[in-house]
């Protein structure tokens, strides 16, 4: 960037900011941000507290950007995981690990999964920071329906298992994966009520229930809203 000493300097001043990145995609997809990022001022992360998490961010990391509301959206889906001191966890598209990190106080053991490298690494780093090693809370770099599939045939069997997928739901093969290691509850999360009900209808059909759903407003004055929906296995 031409200038770029004078940007920041003007930036910082005018702002107050503490980080200053620069990132440029050059491709024509629908990914916002190119695949490097420089940071040109500070220490090119963010730190933020949520659902009692501490968490350092870098912009390639999702995160929910209504605090107050997500923490919310959290305690509900942690309300419905109605977890014992003794359970197994799974967290599918975890991201940075902050549902699950937010539920470990109330079981044993915790395996979280996402796709994102950099929010894989943020998780770790997280559980590091806590005091966690890896037999008490493990992250993937792995797709969640690969990962899941690949569990379910090691024959694992998650007490309780936590999915917050992107908007176009899980896929049939996630949900497959899921009902074969018969978890005792199921918690979706999802920002998009319509594909969060296909999938709930496909998981009513193959031996869960719903029970109960809760709506969360985390954009306000939009058509946009989250969604939990606890789910057990049928008798």
Same mark, same amino acid.
């Given at each position: 960037?031409?200038? =770029?000493? =004078? @940007?920041?300097?003007?930036?910082?001043?005018?702002?107050?900011?503490?980080? @200053?990145?620069?990132?440029?995609?050059?491709?024509?997809?629908n990914v916002i941000l190119g695949r490097k990022t420089r940071t040109v001022l500070g220490p090119g992360v963010i730190e933020d507290t949520l659902a009692g998490v501490p968490l350092r961010m870098g912009v390639h990391e999702f995160y929910q950007v209504n605090t107050p509301a997500a923490e919310t959206l959290y305690a509900k889906a942690r309300e419905y995981a109605g977890l014992k001191e003794?359970?197994?966890l799974l967290d599918l598209y975890c991201?940075?690990?902050? @549902?699950?990190?937010?539920m470990l106080p109330d079981c044993r053991r915790l395996v979280g999964v996402e796709v994102v490298p950099q929010a894989v690494d943020g998780a770790k780093q997280t559980a590091?920071?806590?005091?966690?090693?890896?037999d008490r809370a493990d992250f993937r770099?792995?797709?969640?329906?690969?990962?899941?599939?690949?569990?379910?045939?090691?024959?694992?069997r998650p007490d309780v298992i936590v999915v917050d997928p992107p908007r176009k739901g899980c896929d049939e093969a996630t949900l497959s994966a899921v009902v074969?290691?018969?978890?005792?509850r199921v918690v979706y999360v999802s920002c998009?009520?319509?594909?969060?009900?296909?999938?709930?209808?496909?998981?009513?059909?193959?031996?869960?229930?719903? =029970?109960?759903?809760?709506?969360?407003?985390?954009?306000?004055?939009?058509?946009?809203? =989250?969604?939990? @929906?606890?789910?057990?296995?049928?008798?």
């Open positions: 960037l031409p200038n =770029e000493a =004078e @940007i920041c300097a003007t930036l910082q001043k005018e702002f107050a900011l503490t980080t @200053i990145l620069v990132n440029r995609n050059s491709e024509r997809t003794t359970d197994f991201g940075m690990g902050t @549902i699950g990190l937010s590091a920071r806590l005091g966690l090693d890896a770099c792995q797709d969640a329906g690969a990962a899941a599939a690949q569990l379910a045939a090691e024959g694992a074969r290691m018969a978890p005792r998009n009520p319509s594909t969060a009900a296909r999938d709930a209808a496909w998981l009513e059909q193959n031996g869960y229930h719903a =029970e109960k759903v809760q709506p969360v407003d985390l954009f306000p004055r939009t058509k946009h809203c =989250e969604c939990v @929906i606890a789910m057990s296995k049928s008798k």
